[in-house]
Each structure stands twice: as structure tokens, then as C-alpha cells.
């Protein structure tokens, strides 16, 4: 009887401890969470701030770079029960997005004006700008630059709510 009293009193001992184990197992999980959570975090802050110094610079194929990193770590967190992260992935993913595409539609529009484009009348004298060769290679590197912007995310093409 002593024995069985012994052994009762000792499995609830370790009963208290297994609790007390997975508790700190419960709490270091969360820890590991919430660090892979922040480093998340802080990879989107530095590839944003690196698609911000490429256009300070007027870097853009850099920042179209930044935007595919963005659009790609945004697919691995598909499946993320982090929704306040993956929106704001997102929202960062499409403030950038649409600063660059700004910027290329700017540039473009200053190109095809050089170019005297659109051509409005047939009978609209068809002379060439001088530096028509320049300005033809900017053309043809802002549509580059522009299929580059709109094929490195396409949810971005859909989603103009955002």
C-alpha cells in the first residue's frame, strides 16, 4: 500500500512537471514564431528599402529586380497563416509596383512626345527628331523595362484595388 501511495504521489510530480514542460515548449514555439515572423518582416523592409535606393539612383531594372524578390517571397508565403504579413507584402509589393510603372509610363510618355507620337493626320508631316536613333533605343528600353514591371507578378495585374 505504502508503494502504491509512493508511486501515486510520484506521477503526480511529474504530471506537474510534464505541464510545466509543455508550457516552456508552447512558449519557445511561439518565440520561434514570432522571430521567423520578424525577420520576415525586416527582409521586406530591406528589400523595399533596396527597390527605394535603385530608384533614387534611377536604377529601375534594379527595382524591377526588388519587386521580383518581393513578388517571389509573396508566392512562398501563399500559404501563410500570417495574413497580416502576407497584406502587408502585398500592399508594399503594389505601392512599389505602381511607383515604378509610374515612373516607366512618365518616361515613356517624354519618348513618344519626342517622337512627335501619336501621328494624328495622314497628312501629318513625317519628319525624324535628330537624335531618332537615341530616342528609339529608350523607346525600346522602357518597353523592356515596362514587359519586365508587368511580368514579374501577375496578381498585380488584376488586383488594381489594392
Request: aromatic fraction near 8%; proline fraction near 2%.
Amino acid at each position: 500500500m505504502i508503494l502504491i501511495l509512493t508511486l501515486f504521489q510520484h506521477l503526480q510530480g511529474t504530471s506537474q512537471w510534464m505541464d510545466d514542460l509543455g508550457k516552456t515548449c508552447n512558449h519557445v514555439d511561439f518565440i520561434e514564431r514570432s522571430m521567423k515572423y520578424l525577420k520576415c518582416l525586416y527582409h521586406i523592409e530591406e528589400l523595399s528599402a533596396a527597390v527605394q535606393q535603385s530608384l533614387m539612383i534611377n536604377s529601375v531594372w534594379d527595382a524591377i529586380k526588388g519587386v521580383e524578390s518581393m513578388a517571389a517571397l509573396d508566392c512562398g508565403l501563399n500559404q501563410s497563416e500570417c495574413s497580416h504579413l502576407c497584406d502587408f507584402l502585398r500592399k508594399t509589393l503594389c505601392f512599389w509596383h505602381n511607383i515604378i510603372k509610374d515612373r516607366l509610363t512618365s518616361e515613356f510618355e517624354k519618348v513618344l512626345t519626342q517622337l512627335h507620337w501619336p501621328i494624328i493626320t495622314p497628312n501629318q508631316a513625317m519628319t525624324s527628331p535628330a537624335n531618332y536613333q537615341d530616342l528609339s533605343s529608350q523607346l525600346e528600353g522602357l518597353l523592356l523595362q515596362l514587359l519586365a514591371l508587368q511580368t514579374s507578378y501577375p496578381f498585380l495585374l488584376t488586383s488594381s484595388d489594392l
